[in-house]
């Protein structure tokens, strides 16, 4: 039965979707969990609602950026991992690069991999894991100074976000004691005292998610590679908040996954299940107005983008959206958020090609462009709904 977002906002619900409906589950005695629809989008769709400005990078000797893995938001500025050069570079919300965090090596204070970092307000200070040299390094936010370097057992994780005097980890290890459940509680010294969510399945594949994690309205979200449900999470729990389900797509069964993968056991099963059908990689991020949804099946991106507050929303394959915006050939939705605004970074060179090849670019977008050396840092795009 279909619903009206304020129906839904009424029923205090989560508020998600394209072509937003709310069905229940109560199979085999289960808690009843909402559920999210999204259909593809017909190519005249109108985007009109939809409203982007672009953030660029400042380029120094000490601000290169290669390739941006994690984005923190701070109070005035904003830090990002360059999973390419391995460092952490804060920049103003303009973009004016401030200072490098720690240094990169093997000695003290020194980090040879940035697995997993975190902002943590309340603390007042920047954790980097260091998965390489097993190792938490404790940065003073406002001085960039170490203020503790602590051992710490090894995580095969795919990000960490704190909760209290807890963090959260997104567990991604297939091996060992703490290997059957995909989110890990422990406290700052590395005592693990918590862990949710079963792992009905396990290979050595790594499904590629990486910090599935958002904040919203003072709440912790996060979720699991095969399984398109949200659980709302705390230190001592994990419950589904809401499921999200694509027309025509779905994830794998635990069935489907152990055919693919011969019971886990073959090294082929990225290759298989790229081309099953299934979908392969998904990525959630909510905002207190705009529900983003990065869905990949058959090697064919997909993005979607719901307005909480209209009900305008989109949903199509990612080199259309890209076009029909105006953004070149593709954009990369990341897992976070800034200003009430989804986050994407767009490759600059792709856009200069999309030029030469006379695709039509968001006119905002060609003149940063223009702007920029050719061998320029990613631009990071602000994606959020005009609010009416």
């Not at 904003?78 to 240094?103: A, C, H, P, W």
């Not at 797509?249 to 055919?259: A, G, I, Q, R």
């Not at 909480?308 to 929303?313: A, D, E, P, V």
Request: charged share 25%.
């Amino acid at each position: 039965m279909k619903y009206s977002i304020l129906r839904i906002i009424l029923a205090a619900l989560v508020v998600l979707g394209a072509s937003c409906g709310r069905r229940q589950s109560d199979k085999d005695g289960e808690a009843e969990i909402p559920a999210v629809s999204f259909s593809l989008t017909e190519k005249s769709a109108d985007l009109s609602s939809l409203d982007i400005s672009f953030l660029t990078l400042e380029q120094t000797d000490k601000s290169v950026v290669g390739d941006i893995g994690a984005i923190e938001t701070c109070d005035s500025t904003f830090i990002l991992s360059d999973s390419s050069n391995y460092v952490l570079l804060e920049f103003n919300r303009n973009g004016k690069f401030i200072r490098q965090i720690g240094t990169r090596g093997n000695g003290p204070g020194e980090y040879i991999d940035v697995t997993s970092f975190f902002f943590d307000k309340t603390k007042n200070i920047v954790g980097v894991y260091d998965e390489q040299q097993s190792k938490l390094l404790l940065y003073d936010y406002t001085t960039a100074r170490l203020k503790e370097e602590l051992e710490f057992p090894d995580i095969v994780t795919g990000g960490c976000i704190p909760s209290g005097d807890s963090l959260i980890w997104y567990n991604q290890g297939y091996e060992g004691e703490n290997s059957d459940r995909y989110f890990l509680v422990s406290d700052y010294k590395g005592k693990i005292s918590n862990s949710f969510v079963e792992k009905k399945f396990k290979s050595g594949y790594m499904t590629g998610v990486a910090y599935p994690f958002y904040r919203l309205d003072g709440k912790i979200y996060g979720y699991t590679p095969y399984d398109m449900t949200v659980y709302s999470l705390t230190s001592t729990e994990a419950v589904p908040a809401f499921r999200i389900e694509i027309d025509g797509m779905s994830t794998p069964s635990v069935e489907e996954l152990n055919k693919l993968s011969d019971n886990g056991q073959s090294s082929g099963l990225f290759n298989a299940l790229s081309t099953s059908g299934f979908i392969s990689f998904f990525r959630v991020l909510e905002t207190e107005s705009v529900l983003s949804l990065t869905a990949i099946a058959n090697k064919e991106k997909f993005s979607g983008l719901y307005d909480k507050n209209t009900g305008n929303s989109v949903f199509m394959k990612n080199e259309l959206l890209a076009g029909r915006l105006g953004l070149g050939k593709s954009f990369q939705v990341t897992p976070f958020s800034m200003d009430g605004c989804i986050l994407a970074v767009i490759e600059p060179m792709a856009v200069r090609e999309a030029i030469e090849e006379g695709m039509d670019i968001h006119p905002a977008l060609a003149g940063v462009i223009n702007d920029l050396p050719e061998d320029s840092n990613p631009i990071i795009a602000k994606i959020r709904f005009k609010l009416n």
